[in-house]
């Protein structure tokens, strides 16, 4: 395929990992990585998540990749848009196979029928007030049948569908729609994006109820800001939240 981003795709596959991002992360250290270079892995036995939270996935099962953008020189204060671009792209590859309607759990977790279907992990080394290097690392959940209790609000593409769907086609798509989004990093103001983001944000202009600082409360958001932090109206009053200071209660009230 034809690349706008990416100046080659590169895929290395691992049986086991303890992470696709740490091994990234440690191969750009090492300078043995390129940009499109993609750790692919069957089972990674201490996946992360957001915040230190673990990912969970059975062996084989789902799409645990990492994609490395090497040398790509934006500025510190662009990651919101880096990371608004990544979800559109993540968002995508979902739709092309599912058909379905989409929304983006801010600030990067995809949502099928308001159950998380996929999670992005973006993690940087700078230079300066410059990123030098990102890795992309995306967990997507293709066909896992089963989630454990603890997991009401996961799904995946076999729970949706109840189809198996094949892992290297999705990579192919994934890559694609990354490739397309990303080459927007330099050439699309961020208004532009913050505006396609936002469109498919879960729970905009919506009354819900939230979880802060251990209280529950209603408000509604109103979309991110520039510097890419949560915007919601609580008591007539609009408040800005940073990523875990603000949570869905999806338990009735």
């Known amino acids: 395929m034809p690349l706008a981003f990416f100046s080659q795709i590169k895929i290395l596959t691992f049986g086991s990992v303890e992470s696709t991002n740490s091994l990234a992360m440690k191969r750009l250290k090492n300078e043995e990585a390129q940009n499109g270079d993609i750790i692919k892995a069957g089972y990674q036995s201490a996946g992360k998540g957001q915040a ?12 645990l990749a990492s994609i490395i953008c090497k040398n790509i020189h934006l500025k510190a204060t662009e990651l919101p848009k880096l990371n608004m671009l990544v979800s559109l792209a993540v968002n995508s590859c979902v739709n092309i196979f599912l058909k379905n309607n989409t929304t983006i759990k801010w600030p990067n977790d995809i949502l099928v029928n308001e159950k998380k279907i996929a999670g992005i992990l973006i993690e940087t080394m700078l230079q300066g007030e410059y990123i030098k290097n990102a890795v992309i690392g995306v967990g997507l959940n293709v066909n896992e049948e089963v989630f454990p ?52 944000l879960f729970g905009l202009d919506t009354k819900r109820y939230f979880r802060i600082a251990h209280k529950t409360l209603e408000g509604i958001i109103k979309g991110i800001n520039a510097t890419g932090q949560l915007c919601v109206e609580i008591d ?8 875990k200071e603000i949570e869905f209660y999806y338990s009735k009230h």
């Open 149 to 200: 209790d603890e997991l009401p609000q996961a799904c995946s593409f076999f729970t949706v569908t109840n189809k198996y769907y094949d892992l290297d086609s999705l990579l192919i798509t994934l890559v694609e729609q990354l490739d397309i989004q990303l080459s927007k990093l330099k050439n699309v103001d961020f208004t532009d994006v913050k505006e396609e983001y936002e469109r498919l």
């Open 236 to 243: 007539n009053e609009l408040k800005t939240f940073n990523n």
């Open 52 to 63: 230190q939270n673990t990912w969970f996935s059975t062996e084989g099962n789902n799409l």
